[in-house]
């Protein structure tokens, strides 16, 4: 037996307490290479994180919501000033174009017409204007005209004639301050176009009082 034991001993088998150490160093291998899978793990999430795009990038919200109204009201300021309607002599004033489309305007036949309505509004390339006139012999009387860019100078559109029941094609061209002159000549219908289809508005010329 004696011999057996030696013989063991030489040929390294392990002993007893040696057993117990192995073990640990394998637990503590196995933590160490879990806690190292673990961190592989987190560190991959934070940079897929920061690599994503945030919600408000995503939704296209970078692009700052103030900047759609400074170009509505741009084009719309280009409406004020005085217009006028060459086959009759009529005037529209715009005073002011908010950034909503709202106008603040007026009409003069040659004396002042109440304006109920005038607003602006986008129709594809172009501004759309409706000026609603709501006094004696204006039973809500409608210009529908349309403001086309490169032609800042023109607005063209119809004339709804409430009290008579009809439309009218007109034009108006921008008023530069030194041809308003009151009291100056009125000029005739346009050229090509019949007399006739103007004298809507004729009949109810307001006198000065």
């Known amino acids: ?18 057993r117990p150490n192995e073990l640990m ?3 503590w291998l196995g933590w160490t290479l879990l806690l190292a899978m673990i961190g592989l793990v987190v560190a991959v999430v934070v940079k897929s994180r920061s690599l994503s795009p945030s919600p408000q990038t995503a939704s296209g919200q970078s692009v700052q919501p103030a900047s759609a109204p400074a170009g509505a009201a741009l084009s719309f300021k280009k409406l004020e000033g005085r217009w006028l309607r060459p086959d009759g002599g009529y005037v529209l004033e715009i005073k002011r174009a ?7 305007a007026a009409y003069y036949n040659p004396q002042p017409i109440q304006v109920a309505r005038a607003q602006a509004s986008r129709l594809g390339s172009y501004v759309k204007v409706e000026v609603e006139l709501r006094d004696v012999g204006y039973p809500g009387c409608l210009y529908t005209l349309l403001w086309e860019p490169g032609r800042e100078d023109i607005l063209r559109g119809t004339y709804y004639q409430a009290a008579l029941r009809e439309t009218y094609d007109i034009q108006f061209e921008r008023l530069k301050e030194k041809r308003f002159r009151r009291g100056s000549k009125k000029r005739g219908p346009a050229r090509g176009r019949s007399s006739k289809r103007f004298q809507g508005e004729m009949p109810l010329r307001i006198t000065p009082r």
């Open 1 to 18: 037996m004696e011999g057996r034991e030696s013989d063991m001993k030489k040929n390294g088998a392990p002993s007893g307490g040696s």
């Open 25 to 27: 160093r394998q637990r």
């Open 98 to 104: 908010g950034e909503e489309g709202r106008l603040e």
